[in-house]
């Protein structure tokens, strides 16, 4: 039986919100090239103006699991939360509205961690389960 390798663990996961993500941006879009993540975080401020920076993110080895998004393998999360690998290139691609909104509160983070957790493994279990 093979070990679902390290795709992204609640607390890389938590480690990466709680860098980059507050009450006034939310996180557009996440690269990864060679274990470097690229974070490009849009701070929504007064007036509607919006300003962008990028900032890197080291992560864990990912698992392509059994999700596919136009024909590329994914890893879901939530809804419009996952993984999508295109060649060396990873994205994170999360409802940028919702996630933040869910994320503020203890509640709706410990609800979020559970489903993350039980995703993963449902996924990475069922994905490798082929290759016995």
């Known amino acids: ?6 795709c ?5 996961f938590e480690d ?6 507050n009450c006034s941006s939310y996180l557009t879009r996440v690269k990864s090239i060679g274990g470097l993540m690229k974070v490009k975080k849009a701070y929504i401020k007064a007036y509607d103006a919006v300003e962008y920076a990028t900032m890197p993110y080291v992560i864990p080895e990912f698992c392509q699991c059994d999700e596919i998004n136009n024909g590329v393998a994914s890893l879901v ?7 999508r690998t295109n060649g060396k290139e990873i994205s994170l ?26 995703e ?8 490798f389960e082929g290759y016995s």
């Open 1 to 6: 039986e093979k070990e679902c390798p390290k």
């Open 8 to 12: 992204f663990s609640v607390d890389d």
């Open 16 to 21: 990466l919100f709680d860098k980059n993500i």
């Open 77 to 83: 999360f939530g809804q419009s939360d996952y993984f």
């Open 93 to 118: 691609v999360l409802d940028s509205g919702t996630t933040v909104a869910k994320w503020d509160g203890k509640k709706m983070r410990n609800i979020f961690r559970e489903k993350m957790v039980q």
């Open 120 to 127: 993963i493994y449902r996924k990475c279990s069922r994905f």
